[in-house]
């Protein structure tokens, strides 16, 4: 298919679906409009001013959508004949598609972008199975801590170093949450 008949084919399909029946009449007419005031405004003048206001700006919202779909046509043919010239990259015109970035513009190939996202995904779910590590080592600690200061609670703790010995382990759970507290801050 040549590339003005895919251009023109796409100006179709664009135009039948975005702008049949899109002005305001075709909407919503004005004896409608007038009828979603309340009965004793409908006939004031300022009524039908709105209407036409809106149905000017509902024109010239429609002009606008046909002008991108000419501009997209066009993109279309020069892209069509810009790969005639050279081979054309069917996975850069799948992004090109797929996440409407210029030609001109420096871009990775597909199977690249692919690359790089699941190595991405593969540093971000070893990245998470690390810090859930982490959070369980920790986590481990403070119930140790806990359990030990449970035991000084009800005096299983009998030995001469007992005070040393929770100074130690008081210290060491601030030291772990003031860790926990960098770590939240941090990210």
Do not use: W
Not at 84 to 109: C, H, Q, T, Y
Not at 119 to 125: G, I, N
Not at 159 to 172: D, K, L, W
């Amino acid at each position: 298919m040549s590339s003005k008949k895919t251009a023109a084919t796409e100006a179709q399909i664009l135009t039948s679906f975005l702008l049949s029946r899109s002005t305001l009449k075709d909407i919503i007419s004005f004896r409608e409009f007038a009828e979603l005031f309340p009965r004793e405004k409908r006939s004031h003048p300022q009524v039908k001013h709105l209407y036409r206001v809106l149905l000017s700006l509902r024109q010239r919202q429609c002009e606008q959508v046909r002008r991108k779909i000419q501009s997209e046509a066009a993109t279309v043919i020069k892209r069509v004949k810009e790969g005639r010239k050279g081979e054309v990259d069917e996975e850069a015109m799948v992004g090109i598609e797929l996440f409407g970035a210029a030609p001109e513009e420096n871009m990775l190939p597909l199977k690249e972008l692919l690359k790089q996202m699941e190595r991405a995904a593969d540093d971000l779910e070893i990245e998470q199975v690390t810090i859930g590590d982490e959070c369980d080592l920790i986590l481990e600690e403070l119930r140790n801590i806990v359990g030990d200061l449970s035991d000084l609670r009800y005096g299983k703790l009998a030995s001469s170093a007992t005070e040393e010995q929770v100074t130690r382990e008081i210290n060491h759970l601030v030291s772990v949450c003031e860790n926990i507290g960098g770590t939240a801050t941090a990210t």
